[in-house]
C-alpha cells in the first residue's frame, strides 16, 4: 500500500461527458502528480501541484484541468470527453516540490469511454 | 526536445541476470528513475541515480552515465515475480518527470 488514495477505480461514461477524478497524497506528501497512461502506451505526465500551487505542466489538454485544495487532495477534471480519453489515470505524490524524492503511485482510475 | 529509449521486450530464465538498457536525450538533465510496473497495477520505485557509477539494491541495481546517456537496470537472481515492465523515467530541471514507454520482461522457468 502507497498511501496514495484515488477515487473512483473505474468510471464508465460517454463521449462528451465530464468527469473528475480524486487524489489523496500519502500523509505529509505535499506534490501531487497526475499521469495518464494508455493500453501498452508509456506514463505520460499531464501536470504537478505543490502546496496547493501548480508547479510543473506536460502534455495536459485544454479539455483537462486540475487543482490541489488546501487539505492537499487533489482533482483533475476532464471534460468534453473523447474516446481517445480512454487510459488509466495515475496519481503520485511525493514529500517535496523537487524531483528528486521517489515518487508513490496510488492504484489509478481506469477510464472508459463508450 | 527529449527521448528515451527502451527495448520494448525482452526474455530471460528464472535465475539468470538481466540488463535493461535506456539511453536518453534530453535538456536539463537532473537525474534518472527506475520504475518497476506490473500489468494493471501502479508504478513502484526501485531506484534513483543523479551521479555517475552503480547504485545496489538487493537483487536490483542500476547504472549511469551522463556523458553517454545511458542507463541500465540490472536484475540479477530472476524470479517470476519479476516478470512486469520496467521504467526509465528521466528527471528534467527542478522537478519534471519524463517517462520511457517501459520494457515489458518476461521470464521463464
Known amino acids: 500500500d502507497s498511501g496514495v488514495t484515488q477515487t473512483p477505480k473505474h468510471l464508465i461514461t460517454a463521449t462528451g461527458q465530464r468527469v473528475t477524478l480524486r487524489c489523496s497524497p500519502r500523509s505529509g506528501d505535499l506534490s501531487v502528480y497526475w499521469y495518464q497512461q494508455s493500453l501498452d502506451q508509456g506514463l505520460q505526465f499531464l501536470i504537478q501541484?505543490?502546496?496547493?500551487?501548480?508547479?510543473a505542466k506536460g502534455n495536459i489538454l485544454e479539455r483537462f484541468s486540475a487543482q490541489q485544495f488546501p487539505d492537499l487532495h487533489s482533482e483533475l477534471n476532464l471534460s468534453s470527453l473523447e474516446l481517445g480519453d480512454s487510459a488509466l489515470y495515475f496519481c503520485?505524490?511525493?514529500?517535496?516540490?523537487?524531483?528528486?524524492?521517489?515518487?508513490?503511485f496510488g492504484d489509478g482510475t481506469r477510464l472508459s469511454i463508450l | 526536445g527529449q527521448n528515451i529509449d527502451q527495448p520494448t521486450e525482452m526474455t530471460a530464465t528464472e535465475g539468470a541476470i538481466v540488463q535493461i538498457n535506456c539511453t536518453y536525450q534530453?535538456?536539463?538533465?537532473?537525474?534518472l528513475f527506475w520504475y518497476q510496473q506490473h500489468a494493471g497495477e501502479a508504478p513502484t520505485f526501485l531506484s534513483y541515480?543523479?551521479?555517475?557509477g552503480l547504485e545496489e539494491k538487493g537483487r536490483f541495481s542500476s547504472f549511469l552515465s551522463r556523458s553517454k546517456g545511458y542507463s541500465y537496470l540490472l536484475l540479477k537472481e530472476l524470479q517470476m515475480k519479476d516478470s512486469a515492465s520496467y521504467l526509465c523515467a528521466v528527471r528534467r530541471g527542478a522537478s519534471k518527470i519524463i517517462f520511457g514507454s517501459g520494457t515489458r520482461l518476461s521470464i521463464r522457468p
Open positions: 501541484y505543490y502546496n496547493g500551487e501548480e508547479r
Open positions: 503520485a505524490s511525493s514529500p517535496e516540490g523537487q524531483g528528486n524524492q521517489p515518487q508513490h
Open positions: 534530453t535538456s536539463g538533465f537532473n537525474g
Open positions: 541515480n543523479v551521479l555517475d
